[in-house]
């Protein structure tokens, strides 16, 4: 008897998250011969406990797949659930009993480290139970700090969106050129400053906007930043000054946490957000200059117009690889991206154990960090370059992009259409 096959997106979306989505659909339907349905859960692993959840073939037969590809957003819906440490507890005889009730045989997550967590837990409770079904990460996010991969699908759209938007940002900044200014760019990236570094690409010449860039891997001091920001007076009366999200003090101080209180996620991750005001009013303060910030939020991981068709295919391929690599018999691991040593850009997708990936983070290599950690070096240039390449066409209706909306948000499965 044919098993069947689930697939679910969780943590923060991306612009290509939903191409993953396709990539996995897509490459099932592909193989009716062994799969039998392909179930979609709603809101992740949470929304699954609920039978929260949708069939994905009518999908195909509408052309709404197709229109998944260029989505953003998480066709899915998501979660930022966290399954018991203790494999004992009773969630997991839960899910185990839904997923023999709906025969499943193939588990997909999309998602970043905390969902790799869930891939984990899961895989390590089947064992304990001689569970037959295959448990595969599939990888997504904007902040590219997963581990044993090259990169992650997500962020090179993402850096294209922060690297074109810095560039007009910078252009607009300088059209008062006797007038001494500053504008902050607040990127996000938690942790990691991957994002953030990629606004270095909207450079067009040395000494280009933006001038100043912070990460998080180096130590923020408030008065180093405020000499740093003179000195460029010196060259640049218009300064763009990029900084991530999660610049901190090297002490475990965010400088967002300087403005107000930050919440937490059930991950426990602060959720940061703010340095940029923060450092809007430090300058306002000290150096009394016209200054400006500029949070691009959310807009950085839900561009269509931005969509890198690089990112776009390598997110359709390894959610596509990750139904090949379960079909084999894998379970418990990740597809990961390994960058050839060509001299043209060339991946290749491996799975690689997920228990050594989920709860890790990877950083920007420090030697990647210029100018005393004002400035990003050329070897994360000649890293990103490849990620951000092409672009694509996203269908249109009335002169706007055209999305697949989902339709169904089944709480009972029996009403799946
Ligand atoms: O994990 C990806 C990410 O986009 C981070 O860059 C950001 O800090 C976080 O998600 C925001 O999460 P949420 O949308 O759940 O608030």
């Known amino acids: 008897m044919k098993k069947n096959a689930i697939v679910g997106q969780s943590g923060g979306p991306t612009s290509v998250i939903n191409a993953s989505l396709y990539g996995v659909v897509y490459e099932a339907l592909n193989r009716e011969d062994v799969i039998g349905t392909i179930y979609g859960m709603i809101n992740g692993i949470e929304g699954f406990l609920n039978e929260n959840m949708m069939d994905m073939k009518p999908l195909e037969v509408n052309g709404e797949l197709e229109l998944i590809k260029t989505t953003p957003g998480s066709y899915l819906g998501s979660c930022r659930y966290k399954l018991p440490e203790d494999l004992t507890d009773a969630v997991y005889p839960q899910l185990f009993e839904k997923f023999e009730k709906y025969n499943i045989g193939y588990f997909f997550y999309i998602g970043g480290n905390d969902s790799m967590d869930t891939v984990s837990k899961l895989s390590r409770y089947a064992e304990t139970v001689n569970s037959e079904i295959r448990f595969i990460g599939i990888p997504k996010t904007i902040d590219n700090d997963l581990v044993l991969t ?181 379970t418990g691991m990740m597809i990961a991206f390994h960058r050839t040593d060509d001299a043209d850009y060339h991946i290749t997708y491996a799975p690689e154990d997920v228990n050594l990936i989920c709860n890790q983070e990877k950083t920007v290599p420090l030697d990647w960090i210029t100018g005393n950690g004002s400035d990003i070096g050329q070897q994360f240039i000649d890293y990103a370059q490849p990620l951000i390449q092409g672009s694509v066409k996203v269908p249109e209706e009335g002169g706007l992009p055209k999305f697949a909306y989902r339709k169904c948000n089944c709480s009972e499965p029996s009403k799946i259409s």
Not at 169 to 189: F, L, Q, R, W
């Open 150 to 330: 090259d990169h992650t699908p997500g962020f090179g759209s993402a850096a294209k969106y922060v690297a074109s938007t810095v560039r007009e940002i910078a252009i607009d900044a300088s059209v008062y050129d006797n007038k001494k200014s500053v504008t902050i760019v607040e990127i996000m990236g938690r942790h990691a400053g991957w994002l953030a570094a990629a606004s270095v690409l909207a450079r067009k010449f040395e000494g280009d906007n933006p001038v100043l860039i912070y990460l998080p891997e180096v130590a923020f001091d408030q008065e180093q930043f405020l000499a740093d920001v003179q000195k460029a007076f010196e060259h640049t009366s218009n300064l763009v000054v990029c900084i991530s999200e999660g610049i901190n003090d090297g002490n475990g101080k965010f400088v967002c946490e300087l403005a107000s209180d930050v919440g937490v996620d059930t991950f426990g991750h602060k959720m940061l957000t703010g340095s940029g005001k923060y450092l809007e009013n430090l300058v306002k303060d000290r150096l009394g200059v016209k200054v400006r910030s500029i949070e691009l939020n959310v807009n950085q991981r839900c561009s269509s117009a931005m969509l890198s068709a690089t990112d776009e295919k390598e997110a359709i391929a390894s959610g596509s690889f990750g139904v090949q690599t379960a079909l084999k018999g894998t």
